[in-house]
């Protein structure tokens, strides 16, 4: 099947607010002969009807990638930094360069050598569908690394909460201290270091 002229890959992330794990970024070139009805943003969206949607978006759209940072690299690089970095090796894995790609948000990554154009589309996972697609497989990609993060450092509920810095996970933090998974740069698991290092 060839692919249009005009290629359009949307771009999102998820996981930039949690406390652990790594933040992740999808890229999806839809088929526009081959729609998928339901996309939207992710958060949106119950887990299974995320999932279906997942597997629909790899069968039928015409290129995809979800790529990650790692906490380390959000340590060195803040997490906007290493939002970006996920982006741009999201874009660059896929296996078409597209003509546009658009970006959920404000900030654009510096992918100018992978595509022909970038612009920043505020709330696109909510209108554009590329980018809705691509919102449901940066968190389902996402929260499907989770359970695996909590088996290899139990104690934290990371399949729970996913990261996220809710109370039963900031008690967590408190009673064990971070674990390789959370990152260092961000204040509540800097609270917790500086509660065991005194």
């Known amino acids: 099947m060839s692919a249009p002229a005009v290629c359009t890959a949307g771009v999102d992330e998820a996981g930039r607010g949690p406390l652990a794990g790594p933040v992740y970024a ?7 002969r081959r729609p998928i009805v339901g996309l939207r943003d992710s958060k949106q969206l119950s887990p299974a009807r995320r999932e279906l949607l997942a597997v629909q978006i790899r069968e039928h759209a015409l290129a995809w990638q979800v790529a990650w940072a790692d906490v380390e690299e959000i340590d060195c690089l803040n997490i906007l930094g290493a939002t970006m970095l996920a982006m741009r090796r999201a874009v660059a894995g896929l296996a078409l360069r597209p003509s546009l790609v658009q970006v959920d948000g404000n900030r654009c990554p510096q992918i100018a050598d992978c ?12 209108s554009i569908p590329a980018i ?15 359970p695996a993060l909590e088996r290899a450092y139990p104690g934290y509920q990371l399949a729970t909460h996913k ?36």
């Open 163 to 198: 990261g996220y810095p809710t109370p039963d996970h900031l008690a967590a933090l408190a009673r064990l201290g971070p674990s390789p998974q959370h990152r260092r740069s961000f204040g509540p698991v800097r609270d917790a270091i500086n509660i065991f290092e005194t």
């Open 26 to 32: 999808a890229a999806v070139i839809l088929d526009p």
């Open 132 to 146: 809705s697609a691509a919102s449901i497989l940066a968190k389902q990609g996402r929260d499907a690394l989770m």
């Open 115 to 126: 595509c022909d154009r970038v612009e920043a589309v505020v709330r696109g996972d909510a």
